[in-house]
């Protein structure tokens, strides 16, 4: 039987298409949350007022507030935005039936008021499975990908913001009801947030730190974070991407793919506790070496050269079973071990 191959190669005009989607998007200083919606006209007060009228989320219809009746500028203005947030969504549609990985609409709503309020601009990055889904569509990849209802968000220094903004009401002011999660001690800072039900979606911060799991204030969020060890590297100079989820398309930016390897697979040594997850992440991993081998040949070495030896001598442990799932994809078998020579290549270096 002929090994299985992990992704497939989208075809270069839908591709295209997503490119141009994302360009656009990234033009809108401003993305309209919720459905695209349709203009609504409000009288009886002796004066009349357009007004937005959409869905905010599901099951509750908002009006925002337009202009005076006589202002066209600003109506016009408003129908060529919702217009441009109907093509969006059309576009969306199109390329989830293609294969390209769209998250939910309650992520959109989320993604879509970190973006307004500027924190992806600021440096924030996203990171964990929906980062991952993320590249996938930035690299052209159709591949499996577990539907996740965890954000993880982090960020490598503080923000730069033209003032700082309270995390906690950016996600509240979602409409969709986060709550703070409890700390681990009774007097720790909460670093998470997360909707009501087993099921509900789930929001991290994370940042750099030695240790994996302390708690680091994040001032101009007026939160705090976990730290995760080698965090500084897979932040480091991050991707302008975009995540499709819902009918929107939102500008973020990522981790560079193929530091994002060399880290899930030193994550997969890390989750002692949590079997499916470590599984998870070596999945990852194993899919986009597969897709950087045959699209940005040398990428994978060549990120090696930087990435903190720790990291790649527990990557290492996990070649055997990374091997197994590259059976398809000899070329990505063989930058992984030319990445991992490069660890002896150092310890030899030092010890001469």
Known sequence: MPARTLYQRLELNFHTQYAELKERSRSEFELLP?????????????QAYWYRRYKAVAGKEVEDYVCREGDAPAREAMQQRIDAARWTRSQVKQLRVLGMQVA???VARLLVELHNRRLFEGGLVLVGTLAFMSLLNELGAVA?????????????????????????????????????????????????VKRAGAAGLRVDVLAPGPEIGKIKPVP?????????????????SPWEGAVLA??????????????????????????????????????????LAAV???????????????????VLRAAGTRLALARERLEAHPAAVEELERGLERVKARRGSRTR
């Not at 990522?254 to 994002?260: K, V």
């Not at 994550?267 to 998870?280: G, I, N």
């Not at 040949?297 to 060549?302: D, H, Q, R, V």
């Open 220 to 236: 101009e969020l007026a939160w705090h974070a976990q730290t995760v060890p080698f965090f500084e590297h897979l932040l480091d």
């Open 104 to 106: 939910d609409k309650e």
């Open 292 to 310: 950087l081998a045959e699209s940005d040949e040398g990428a994978l070495e060549a990120t090696a050269a930087g990435t903190p030896p720790e």
């Open 34 to 46: 919720g459905s695209p919606g349709s203009l609504t006209l409000r009288t009886g007060t002796g």
């Open 144 to 192: 499996m990908a577990a539907r996740t209802q965890d954000v993880d968000l982090a960020r490598r220094q503080a923000l730069r913001l033209a003032a700082p903004v309270s995390f906690l009401e950016a996600v509240q002011s979602t409409l969709l009801q986060f709550f703070p999660v409890p700390g681990l001690g009774p007097l720790a800072p909460s670093t998470s």
């Open 246 to 287: 819902g009918g929107h398309c939102i500008p973020v930016r990522l981790p560079q793919p193929a530091r994002f390897v060399w880290h899930k697979l030193y994550s997969s040594t890390q989750r002692r506790s949590d079997a499916a997850k470590a599984r998870k992440d070596l999945e990852q991993a194993a899919v």
